[in-house]
């Protein structure tokens, strides 16, 4: 089965391919998991993605780190007058609410942006999430630095069942695979159109490299979800 096929690349730190879907936001990301990402990960994602490289966790996580969306935070600052707050995303034109929440850079990175810095960033909050400590939170505030160069984008409550979008659908990878709820994720990017990435042309390069394709349609099925 190809969802077989994508969750042994991931077990064994490689990359997978997901499209949403056409009546969504009809992109393709890479997604690798957390717990074995490289440098040469965050490489490839900037060279053969080119889009935004987002770290996603799992709602529950984000709930024991006391995180929110970043337009619940946008609405209840003190710091927006009322014509700024309409500025706030309510819900993007595919017809969901955006997952961000904070950018992080850890506590160790020097500019944040290099491919080590990126990699230390969203390897170290795996580790947290994998770790057996008792307050999680502690070392999460503790370890990391806000505003930094890694977007944290939060699956929503319920996974698939409430939202289709790459967020969900890369921490439900996750959950299959038995890693750890976070993963490095990126669009790709066509350099010719100045556009997101066909699926034709992405899995093309999917065959190329011999990385797993899933159609989102699969991870639904897969879901019960109609």
Known sequence: MNIDKALNSLKCGDFVLVHDSGNREDEV????????????????????????????????????????????????????????????????????????????????????????????TISSLSKIIESNISNKKHRFTSEFKIPGHVPLLIASDGLLKSRQGHTEMSVYLMNLAKLPPVAAICEMMDPETYLAMTVSKAQKYADKYGIPFIDGQELLELENIV
């Open 29 to 120: 990301d890479m997604i690798t998991s957390g717990k074995h990402l490289t440098p040469e990960h965050i490489s490839r994602m900037r060279r053969f993605g080119g889009g935004l490289i987002c770290a996603t966790i799992s709602y529950d996580v984000a709930s024991e780190f006391g995180l929110s969306y970043m337009h619940e935070i946008l609405n209840h600052s003190d710091h927006l007058d009322s014509e700024q707050k309409n500025m706030i995303i309510g819900t993007a034109p595919y017809g969901d609410h955006p997952t961000f929440s904070l950018y992080l850079n850890h506590i160790q990175t020097y500019t944040g942006i290099t491919d080590n810095d990126r990699c230390m």
